[in-house]
């Protein structure tokens, strides 16, 4: 992931910082306990196609 391109992305929803998930290939808001895929290296910010976090995963 670019980290020009990761400087400039935010949460679509509450417009928060991302965190880059190298090892699950997302992108991770943790205020809205979201993670969005990256599929063939395009993040995917659409919140239909989002994960919701487990309370565990929300600490990482």
Do not use: H
Request: net charge negative; proline share 7%; with cysteine.
């Amino acid at each position: 992931m670019d980290a020009r391109l990761l400087d400039v992305l935010v949460c679509p929803l509450c417009k928060g910082p991302l965190v880059y998930d190298k090892a699950a290939q997302e992108l991770v808001c943790n205020a809205d306990a979201l993670a969005f895929p990256i599929r063939d290296g395009i993040p995917i910010m659409w919140t239909d196609q989002a994960r919701s976090l487990a309370a565990t995963e929300r600490a990482k």
